[in-house]
């Protein structure tokens, strides 16, 4: 934090600590965060040792045991505990989310910048490419992009991140627009310096918090999709993701084992009710304005 | 007025066109030919080849007069001999390939060429002699070189009475003019509103859409119009009650609402409502009364984000002058609610309402599926897990064209209400 506190960055801080909410929700992502870290850990141990890992080991055995002190979530169909089950779809929750967010980012900023910035011809292939891909309906055109990839991890990557640029490309677009006509852009090319130097280090610092919030906001929908992905039997197949893991509870839901159903619902629910309501809280901090443009 | 719409319809086209080129990016040039995923590994490479022919697949992608052929797959022969090894009287070294001298080899095509049209050998090698393809000379020398040859009925490579060493050969097919290729076919056929034939049911994808489109709207329509009913109702109410623990309320209860994963809303409900309470049926699509949960569930489920829309829209109308006109005037809290905030709230509300529309055709992917409600969302939920492409293709094409034609109607509507809107 600078001496007076009052960069954009520190102030947005002071203001989002007022939030009692968003601290709660930062603690909750934080703990989440370090769920998959764990669980990050283990697969790297057990995958560097080339072993079965614990949680992917079978023991029919001990099959639909309810919550005990021994597997506090109690155990799934082949034996398996579930907490540490949902600790490795934690892992892969977080996987799709950044990874995603790798893909989606760069490209919405890439093409809104260029299109904010240059205007003219530009501006029009830009636009031309976003209106296109956001009149494709979103759901199916993930799941065609994941189908035409091939089922798994990097069907999701794409098909997601192929697909959510367009709201991040929109907003950075209007936001260089914006900013290009500002008195330090002006001086700035009055220097001579070259474009992708004004745009890339004087512009886009100043429009970063769009795509902070964007980020906090299109995590959770990542999560959702790489979910419902799993679950269609679309997406990953041999990891334990909440999809999967919420299409193996859901027959047993019929026989009484309500356990496992339940802890999965509610570690995808915690996750993106905490993401969602950062982001809120981010957006009111970093930016007022943004406050009705966003969904 | 019609120089509006006239210039709207033109600038629709390249987002038409634009939808066209990714979905046969998409499933053309980065998917290819599904051949070996729907007909299975263990086929004939005859039967694949029929099988691209049919679909245009064994065609150049956008424009060209060479393509590739499933009868020889290209060699050279850097590690294996390839199908040459099954030759007899071959020697196959560091990667070339000898054809002895005095001998006569085939090419080792895996059937029949076609007899309707031209081939082109590509080979780079050499030979002291003067070998020949048939009727046609090779023109190797000692040096490695590439030649090509044009040929319309396959013979035999005679090397003569020198040995010909090849390092690298392949087949193309020649077509008979450069336009004939697989962008142009998928225009056409799209011109002629054909869409295909599903791989899996062999029926045509225009069939089966026609039949997936009554049952899709009959629970995409209800669900769309109680939704927005409701959501509306309970924006007016929050804005009525804004800034009070009441309103807050809403608030939260729209993001929790927001943050259940549509799965969960599916199981939860089949399992409690129908299931353990057996108010609805399970399964099925038989009487409007399997509608009815499915319904529910789609409401409750996109009850969250659109109630916050709608908060928004209403707090944003609360905040303009002429609520605070009217106030001044003495109206009623209601009045001023009912008669002006969401009279005036109306253009986003309809806009909103327009946009939605293709998104009814699609149904619910999910919602169908669970439910067995044979509509396009089944449908295009079967279609990708049997990589049925036709029907994909088909489904993506179709929703964004009316996605795009929605939001043309919506400008329209815009214009004609508001003139201002022509000017921009």
Redesign the interface.
């Known amino acids: 934090m600078s001496e007076k506190g009052n960069s954009l960055w520190s102030d947005a801080w002071r203001r989002l600590k007022k939030n009692r909410l968003a601290m709660v929700c930062l603690g909750i992502v934080a703990f989440y965060t370090l769920a998959a870290l764990y669980g990050e850990a283990v697969y790297q141990y057990y995958h560097a040792k080339d072993q079965t890992a614990f949680y992917q080991k079978t023991d029919l055995g001990l099959a639909y045991q309810p919550p005990s002190s021994k597997h506090l979530m109690g155990t799934d169909a082949l034996g398996r505990d579930v907490m540490q089950r949902l600790i490795q779809g934690t892992r892969i929750a977080y996987k799709v989310g950044i990874i995603t967010a790798l893909i989606a980012i760069p490209i919405g900023v890439f093409f809104g910048c260029l299109a904010g910035y240059f205007g003219g011809r530009v501006d029009d292939f830009v636009v ?2 976003y ?3 956001a ?3 979103g ?3 993930i ?7 091939g089922k798994g991890l990097l069907g999701i990557y794409l098909g997601i991140g192929l697909t959510t640029w367009v709201g991040l490309c929109r907003l950075i677009r209007g936001e260089v627009m914006k900013h290009k006509e500002q008195a330090y852009v002006q001086a700035a090319r009055a220097l001579g310096l070259s474009w992708p130097r004004i745009l890339f280090r004087h512009i886009l610092p100043n429009v970063f918090h769009v795509i902070i919030v964007t980020f906090t906001l299109r995590f ?1 929908a990542a999560v ?1 999709t790489e ?2 992905m799993s ?4 997406g990953v197949a041999t990891e334990p993701s909440w ?1 999967l893991m ?1 299409n193996s509870a ?1 027959m047993r ?2 026989q009484g084992v309500w356990w496992e ?1 339940t802890f999965v ?1 509610l570690a ?2 915690g996750l ?2 905490a993401f ?2 950062l982001g ?1 809280a981010l957006r009111d901090a970093l930016d007022p304005r943004l406050r ?1 443009e966003g ?1 | 007025m019609f120089r509006y719409i006239a210039k709207r319809i033109l600038q629709m086209i390249p987002t038409v066109f634009g939808v066209i080129l990714i979905t046969f990016v998409l499933f053309n040039i980065v998917g290819g030919s599904p051949a070996m995923h729907v007909l299975g590994r263990h086929v004939s490479p005859q039967a694949l080849e029929e099988f691209d022919e049919q679909r245009g697949f064994n065609k150049p992608l956008f424009i060209g007069l060479r393509t590739t052929t499933r009868a020889y797959a290209d060699s050279d022969f850097e590690r294996t001999a390839g199908d040459w090894q099954k030759i007899a009287g071959i020697i196959w070294t560091n990667g070339t390939v000898i054809l002895a001298a005095g001998g006569e080899y085939a090419l080792p095509v895996k059937f029949p060429l076609r007899t309707d049209c031209e081939y082109e050998l590509e080979i780079e090698g050499r030979s002291a002699g003067f070998p020949m393809f048939g009727e046609n000379q090779l023109k190797l020398s000692r040096d490695w070189k590439k030649i090509s040859l044009r040929f319309q009925s396959l013979a035999e490579i005679v090397p003569g009475d020198a040995p010909v060493e090849i390092r690298s050969i392949k087949l193309r097919r020649v077509m008979s003019h450069p336009f004939d290729s697989q962008f142009i076919f998928y225009l056409t056929r799209l011109a002629h509103l054909d869409f295909g034939v599903s791989s899996s049911t062999n029926q045509r994808v225009s069939k089966l859409m026609l039949d997936g489109i009554g049952p899709s709207l009959m629970l995409a329509v209800p669900v769309f119009f109680i939704g927005l009913i409701t959501a509306v109702m309970l924006s007016l109410f929050c804005a009525f009650w804004r800034d009070t623990w009441i309103d807050r309320f809403f608030v939260v209860l729209s993001v929790a609402l927001m943050s259940v994963n549509y799965l969960v809303w599916i199981v939860a409900g089949q399992y409690l409502l129908a299931f353990k309470l057996g108010w609805f049926p399970v399964w099925g699509f038989e009487a409007v009364r399997y509608i009815a949960l499915p319904a529910l569930i789609g409401v409750f489920s996109g009850l969250g984000a659109e109630l916050r829309f709608y908060r928004t829209v209403m707090l944003d109308e609360m905040h303009r002058d002429y609520v605070r006109t009217a106030q001044a005037k003495g109206v009623s809290r209601g009045g001023v609610l009912f008669k002006h905030v969401l009279k005036n709230a109306m253009i986003p509300i309809i806009t909103n309402t327009v946009i939605a529309i293709p998104f009814l055709y699609t149904g619910s992917l999910l919602l169908e599926s669970f439910f067995g409600i044979p509509g396009l969302g089944y449908l295009g939920i079967n279609a990708i897990n049997s990589s049925d492409v036709d029907v994909v293709r088909a489904i993506v094409l179709v929703g964004s064209i009316l996605f795009v034609i929605a939001n043309l109607l919506t400008d329209i509507c815009y214009a004609a209400v508001d003139p201002r809107v022509k000017l921009k």
């Open positions: 031309w490419l209106s296109t891909v009149s494709i309906p759901l199916l055109f799941l065609a992009i994941a189908m035409v990839v959770p959702s979910v419902i679950f269609l039997g679309i999809g919420i859901r839901l019929w159903m619902t995808i629910f993106v009710l969602n309501l809120d009705t969904s």
